[in-house]
Nanobody
Framework: QVQLSESGGGLVQSGGSLRLSCAAS????????MAWYRQDPGSQRKLVAE???????KYTDSVKGRFTISPFNAANTMYLQMNNLRPEDTAVYFC?????????????WGQGTQVTVAS
């Protein structure tokens, strides 16, 4: 099974930048689609950005032009570069991957990393 672990969250001033990392460990055949989600207290987890195995990206409207998702690299780490951060970006951010186990696919999540943007 694949385990995902996020890092890179923290407190930043409005207009600042953060880069979130998501490291994958464990054994797997391949990783298919990858994504970042975020969740506010009391709200459902929402998609922020996703990237297919072919490299096609998709972003929620509020982060377009500010966030960039990159796929897993040779070190099995994916990133979310977040620029020009706003207070409304404050949330717990989770990475997500659709894993090809050879005979079947499954989805796995990291534990989340807190991002707080101060106005």
């Amino acid at each position: 099974q694949v385990q995902l672990s996020e890092s890179g969250g923290g407190l930043v001033q409005s207009g600042g930048s953060l880069r979130l990392s998501c490291a994958a460990s464990g054994t797997f055949h391949a990783i298919d689609a990858m994504a970042w989600y975020r969740q506010d207290p009391g709200s459902q987890r929402k998609l922020v950005a996703e990237i297919s195995s072919g490299g096609t990206t998709k972003y929620t409207d509020s982060v377009k032009g500010r966030f960039t998702i990159s796929p897993f690299n040779a070190a099995n780490t994916m990133y979310l570069q977040m620029n020009n951060l706003r207070p409304e970006d404050t949330a717990v951010y989770f990475c997500n991957a659709n894993v090809d186990a050879g005979d079947y696919y499954y989805t796995t999540w990291g534990q989340g990393t807190q991002v707080t943007v101060a106005s």
